[in-house]
Structures are given as structure tokens and as C-alpha cells.
């Protein structure tokens, strides 16, 4: 399976603090994906980074891609409950520029 | 602009009955993906069709499932002879070429 995982499984966190979600996958990849999905239905695609990018910045989110150890991680700085959501990565690896692999998912829960 | 759409936004159906799921896309959007997602799972691919090129049916999962797109526009997912595993939310997402996947808010189906 190319299938990536997300850790933790399930996060919860007080409101202000920062949520960080680590994300492994098993191919080579062209790009990496982090999308959120509020109560089960439709993904909203969060962040795009490309293979020859370390680092990449949007908002209070903050998205590193390690290539040599085929990890990502996702921060989320000063969360609020509005954060609240399960965000899945998703690699487009190189056999395709179709199809994303995602992973299960990390469920965060931000605390009022 | 508006957004993907799809319908029905639910779908409950007997054993071994046929169902059709619609999904209307982005206009423009070369690229069109369905997804299933069983219940506290990640996304399992299904299908991708990116413009005229034959569509990358690797993930479909039985020969009981199909689907189809006309030209750049509308695609239809058909489960035929329902299973009552094939019980899941279908997310249907499209896109550029490369870019990222913009996913409507999916057909929950459920099979009694």
C-alpha cells in the first residue's frame, strides 16, 4: 500500500496553544497535500507543498516537508476551536499527477 | 464561483439494488477524482479522469462499480448489485492539471 499515516491518531489541545501533526509516506512524491474535513464530508485543501520545497507558510499554519525521511509535519499555531476537524495529508507521488494518496487522519480537538 | 457540487447528499438504498451518484464539477477543471471514505477512516481512491485520456480506474475496488464522465463536465459513479460494505461517504473532488483537489460535500450512501 503507498497509503502515508498520520500521527497522532487523535490530538487534543487547549485553545492558544499550537497543534502539531506529523505526517510518513511511502513513495517518491511530486508534492504534498494537507486538506481538513469538518464532520465527515467535503476536505478543504489547506497547504500545497512541492518536493524541492523544505518549508512552506500560510496564515497560522506552517508546513515542513523532509524528503530524505519521507515525513511531513503540519503546525498550527495559536489554535482556536474553530480548528477543530480531522486534516489528512495527501501525497501526489510520481506515477501520477492524478490521484492522491491520503492518510487516516488526525483528529484535533481544541478546547475552549 | 460555485463550487463542486454533487447529488444526492444522501442515499439510502436496499441490498443489491443500483445506485447512481452525480457530481458536477468546477468549470474548467480538467482533472476529476472520486473518493470513497468509510466511517473514522481516510479517503480510499476510486477513480481519476483528467481530460480526454482514459481514466485511472485502479482504485475501484469490484467490477460492480463504474463511472463515466462527458468530456470535461459532469461525472456519474454507478455501484451496481449494492453491498452493504459499500456504505460509505463518496466524495467526488476536481482540479488543474497538478493543482489542488477541490472536494464537494459527498454522497452518503447507506445500504439496508
Known amino acids: 500500500s503507498q497509503q502515508g499515516e498520520e500521527d497522532p491518531q487523535a490530538l487534543s489541545i487547549q485553545e492558544g496553544e499550537n497543534a502539531t501533526m506529523n505526517c510518513s509516506y511511502k513513495t517518491s512524491i511530486n508534492n504534498l497535500q494537507w486538506y481538513r474535513q469538518n464532520s465527515g464530508r467535503g476536505l478543504v485543501h489547506l497547504i500545497l507543498i512541492r518536493s524541492n520545497e523544505r518549508e512552506k507558510h500560510s496564515g497560522r499554519l506552517r508546513v515542513t516537508l523532509d524528503t530524505s525521511k519521507k515525513s511531513s509535519s503540519l503546525l498550527i499555531t495559536a489554535s482556536r476551536a474553530a480548528d477543530t476537524a480531522s486534516y489528512f495529508c495527501?501525497?501526489?507521488?510520481?506515477?501520477?499527477?492524478?490521484?492522491?494518496?491520503f492518510g487516516k487522519g488526525t483528529k484535533l480537538s481544541v478546547k475552549p | 464561483g460555485a463550487g463542486v457540487s454533487q447529488s444526492p447528499s444522501n442515499k439510502v438504498t436496499e441490498k443489491g439494488k443500483d445506485v447512481e451518484l452525480r457530481c458536477d464539477p468546477i468549470s474548467g477543471h480538467t482533472a476529476l477524482y472520486w473518493y470513497r471514505q468509510r466511517l473514522g477512516q481516510g479517503l480510499e481512491f476510486l477513480i481519476y479522469f483528467q481530460g480526454n485520456s482514459a481514466p485511472d480506474k485502479s482504485g475501484l475496488p469490484s467490477d460492480r462499480f463504474s463511472a463515466e464522465r462527458t468530456g470535461e463536465s459532469v461525472s456519474t459513479l454507478t455501484i451496481q448489485r449494492t453491498q452493504q460494505e459499500d456504505s460509505a461517504v463518496y466524495l467526488c473532488?476536481?482540479?488543474?492539471?497538478?493543482?489542488?483537489?477541490?472536494f464537494g460535500p459527498g454522497t452518503r450512501l447507506t445500504v439496508t
Open positions: 473532488a476536481s482540479s488543474l492539471l497538478g493543482h489542488e483537489q477541490y
Open positions: 495527501a501525497n501526489n507521488y510520481g506515477g501520477s499527477q492524478g490521484n492522491l494518496i
